[in-house]
């Protein structure tokens, strides 16, 4: 009996596995592939190390892009580069670090559509905001995590093919990396009722949340990021955000492009007692990237002015009288 149910087990898989589909990239003999050698051209960022880079290259057409090219995907360890071997033809070639782990890809099919794409921010993720905050005005954009480091690079169009003359270079690949992610520090001077222990919840809206490579520009869609802010040394409220920049569909370099920046751009404040404060800081990112003068413009200061918060907690825990239910009409002035 064991014996029968086994064999009919065995029949059973092997008729499954007959009627299975297997669809897989194109494979070819070692023989078949012509080496290639990567190099990563780090010129636009020197201080730049990062641990593993990924390279996708994908087989087109000289006539054209083809729908679906195959794609080979190359992961390089440190950033100096390397030597692959791959199938002669004609190709597209797309690549970022992959040392990183607030990200994720988008459109990856193809080479124009490739992204990468900021990962969800939601409250069951673990960070050290009391909650996701939300912008009055922009509750339809996505919660999303701040950024890693992120380079990326795109070479169109070259041929790998195999020489007559075994001796022959291999063909060499430069990748001129460039940073797609900024830092942005908001501070606000001369904040009222500032104590030590005060940490508050910030968002800001309309930032980047994906960028093309292969296009040379940020994803159309922007979300929201949430970060902390908190007593410095001198007295200020001070927070810090890296991000993609600011708006969609915008140019992956640092200087600002000769189309004026149409995104909006509210930071929003609270705490965990119910108080909270909205401002417009759009002139405040916009003129900052677009000013000719700036000479880190990968590093961006938002400076605000005259912040009003409510009063710390009385001892005892008793909440500070007057308190209430203001709702921040304070107006915050540029500096």
Same mark, same amino acid.
């Given at each position: 009996? &064991?014996?029968? $149910?086994?064999?009919?087990?065995?029949?059973?898989?092997?008729?499954?596995?007959?009627?299975?589909?297997h669809?897989?990239?194109?494979?070819?003999?070692?023989?078949?592939?012509? @080496?290639?050698?990567?190099?990563?051209?780090?010129?636009?960022?020197?201080?730049?190390? @990062?641990?593993?880079?990924?390279? +996708?290259?994908y087989r087109?057409?000289e &006539?054209?892009?083809? &729908?679906n =090219?195959?794609?080979?995907? +190359?992961?390089?360890?440190?950033? *100096?580069?390397?030597?692959?071997?791959?199938?002669?033809?004609? +190709?597209?070639?797309?690549?970022?670090?992959?040392?990183?782990?607030?990200?994720?890809?988008?459109? %990856?099919?193809?080479?124009?559509?490739?992204?990468?794409?900021?990962?969800?921010l939601?409250?069951?993720? =673990?960070?050290?905001?009391?909650?996701?905050?939300?912008? @009055?005005?922009?509750?339809?954009?996505? $919660?999303?995590?701040s950024?890693?480091?992120?380079?990326? #690079?795109?070479?169109?169009?070259?041929?790998?093919?195999?020489?007559?003359?075994?001796?022959?270079?291999?063909? *060499?690949?430069?990748?001129?990396?460039?940073?797609?992610?900024?830092?942005?520090? /908001?501070?606000?001077?001369?904040?009222?009722?500032?104590?030590?222990?005060?940490?508050?919840?910030?968002?800001?809206?309309?930032?980047?949340?994906?960028?093309? @490579?292969?296009?040379?520009?940020?994803?159309?869609?922007?979300v929201?990021?949430? /970060? $902390?802010?908190?007593?410095?040394?001198?007295?200020? $409220?001070?927070?810090?955000?890296?991000? /993609?920049?600011?708006?969609?569909? &915008?140019?992956?370099?640092?200087?600002?492009?000769?189309? =004026?920046?149409?995104?909006? %751009?509210?930071?929003?404040? #609270?705490n965990?007692?119910?108080?909270? %404060?909205?401002?417009?800081?759009?002139?405040?990112?916009?003129?900052?990237?677009?000013?000719?003068?700036?000479?880190?413009?990968?590093?961006?200061?938002?400076?605000?002015?005259?912040?009003?918060?409510? =009063?710390?907690?009385?001892?005892?825990?008793?909440a500070?009288v007057?308190?209430?239910?203001?709702?921040?009409?304070?107006e915050?002035?540029?500096r």
């Amino acid at each position: 009996m &064991r014996i029968a $149910l086994l064999t009919s087990m065995l029949l059973m898989l092997l008729t499954m596995a007959a009627g299975c589909d297997h669809i897989e990239l194109e494979e070819r003999p070692a023989s078949l592939r012509v @080496p290639v050698k990567i190099v990563f051209d780090w010129e636009a960022a020197p201080e730049a190390a @990062p641990k593993e880079m990924t390279v +996708y290259f994908y087989r087109m057409s000289e &006539r054209g892009m083809t &729908r679906n =090219p195959l794609r080979y995907v +190359y992961e390089l360890r440190g950033s *100096t580069g390397g030597t692959i071997m791959i199938p002669s033809g004609y +190709y597209c070639a797309v690549c970022h670090n992959s040392d990183t782990d607030c990200h994720g890809l988008t459109g %990856h099919d193809t080479y124009e559509d490739f992204g990468i794409r900021l990962s969800d921010l939601t409250s069951a993720s =673990p960070t050290h905001f009391t909650r996701p905050l939300k912008v @009055p005005g922009a509750e339809d954009e996505r $919660l999303a995590w701040s950024a890693d480091y992120m380079w990326v #690079s795109a070479v169109e169009g070259f041929t790998v093919r195999a020489s007559a003359d075994a001796a022959a270079e291999p063909l *060499t690949l430069v990748f001129e990396m460039l940073p797609v992610t900024h830092h942005y520090t /908001f501070i606000v001077h001369h904040p009222s009722n500032l104590t030590l222990s005060t940490r508050l919840n910030a968002s800001v809206s309309g930032m980047s949340g994906t960028v093309h @490579p292969a296009r040379g520009v940020t994803g159309e869609e922007t979300v929201t990021h949430s /970060f $902390l802010m908190e007593a410095n040394d001198r007295g200020e $409220l001070e927070g810090h955000l890296l991000t /993609f920049g600011h708006c969609g569909n &915008r140019p992956l370099s640092t200087r600002a492009d000769e189309e =004026p920046a149409e995104g909006l %751009h509210i930071l929003a404040l #609270s705490n965990d007692r119910g108080w909270s %404060h909205t401002h417009d800081v759009t002139s405040h990112i916009h003129d900052y990237h677009s000013s000719p003068g700036i000479s880190d413009p990968e590093n961006i200061v938002v400076e605000l002015d005259s912040l009003t918060l409510p =009063p710390p907690l009385l001892q005892g825990g008793g909440a500070a009288v007057g308190v209430g239910g203001w709702t921040g009409t304070d107006e915050i002035l540029g500096r």
